[in-house]
């Protein structure tokens, strides 16, 4: 579905007409839904004309499903693009330090088309969640969105950059094995880049694996993982292709600086900003491709942006105040507090 760029009026409009009924229609919507707010481009402030229009939501659970330990986790609207998480499910994904949640939370004030008493509350608690998992989580889809730019056969790295891009997106995602694996230390599965033995390279990534009595099924597990991200790379180049016939090499550059603004601006203001009304014409000018060449390939002066930005990070990282880890206790009060009004009828 895709849409002249529209104004909030025309927006809220839009909610109204018969495409939109399943908001008032599905069960698990309804008067449920506490939150709704806009998604992807116009919720950046990066949209362009016919750009899509994404709606995410939050609803709450039921009674039913309180008691009974069930969750719905999400209805998604495949036609409009909207995305309704469900109350239980989006703490879990806030806590977690999820990007495309948080977002949710910092969205313009006149951007919230609908805000219950309770979707205030929860706005009004983001920062319980914020911690310094979010260096990690917003650094897992930077990284994602840089993978989309690079391809061992592009002009734009060199191999072994390549492999320093490859190694940095494992540690990225090394941080969450601790959460998900039998414990291990850090350097149990110790990985460096060394000049390389396989023929053609001039650099690669080794590993030290010094576990002992370790279970098996959680090794596969993590094996999978990191080879999964290593044959990731080796995909991007049909990506990348379609990416430059259909001109979205500027969104993807634009979306990767994003993710260090927004991530930088919770490090260093315990604050999530998703609408980028300062960096607007800088974003503007990414994604309108100012910043690629005559080869429609990212010019080196995107790179410099890119470089200024990772340092920026780098300072936010060692400064910042955030704990370790969300305040675990006070969200499950929250949680308790919301779904013990919904059990007693009073929301």
Request: aromatic content about 10%; proline content about 2%; charged content about 30%.
């Amino acid at each position: 579905v895709t849409n002249k760029k529209m104004t909030i009026e025309q927006i809220k409009e839009k909610l109204q007409t018969e495409e939109y009924d399943f908001l008032k229609t599905d069960p698990k919507l309804g008067s449920q839904v506490i939150v709704l707010t806009l998604g992807g481009s116009y919720a950046y402030g990066t949209e362009q004309e016919n750009s899509d229009l994404d709606c995410r939501g939050i609803a709450l659970n039921s009674k039913s499903e309180i008691l009974l330990g069930n969750d719905f986790e999400q209805v998604v609207d495949i036609d409009t693009d909207t995305t309704i998480y469900s109350f239980n499910k989006i703490l879990s994904l806030l806590t977690s330090n999820n990007p495309n949640t948080l977002e949710i939370l910092g969205t313009k004030p006149e951007q919230y088309l609908i805000m219950t008493q309770t979707g205030k509350e929860l706005i009004e608690n983001r920062k319980l969640f914020l911690s310094k998992i979010c260096i990690h989580t917003f650094g897992g889809y930077a990284q994602a969105q840089f993978r989309r730019l690079m391809n061992k056969a592009a002009r734009l790295t060199n191999q072994s950059e390549n492999e320093a891009y490859i190694l940095k997106s494992i540690h990225n995602a090394k941080y969450n094995f601790k959460n998900r694996y039998y414990p291990h230390e850090d350097n149990d599965i110790f990985l460096y880049i060394d000049k390389a033995v396989q023929e053609g390279y001039e650099s690669e990534i080794f590993m030290d694996v010094t576990l002992q009595h370790y279970p098996l099924r959680d090794w596969t597990g993590i094996w999978n993982e990191m080879k999964a991200i290593v044959s990731s790379y080796n995909k991007i180049g049909r990506r990348n292709e379609r990416a430059l016939s259909h001109d979205k090499l500027g969104k993807h550059m634009c979306h990767l600086l994003r993710l260090y603004m927004m991530c930088i601006d919770i490090l260093e203001k315990e604050e999530i900003i998703t609408y980028r009304k300062k960096e607007h014409d800088l974003l503007m000018q990414i994604r309108n491709g100012q910043y690629l060449d005559e080869n429609r390939q990212p010019t080196s002066a995107f790179y410099d942006l890119l470089n200024e930005y990772e340092k920026k990070l780098e300072d936010a990282k060692k400064n910042t105040s955030l704990p370790d880890l969300p305040d675990y206790k006070r969200i499950n009060e929250f949680k308790m507090y919301i779904n013990e009004k919904i059990v007693k009828g009073e929301i």
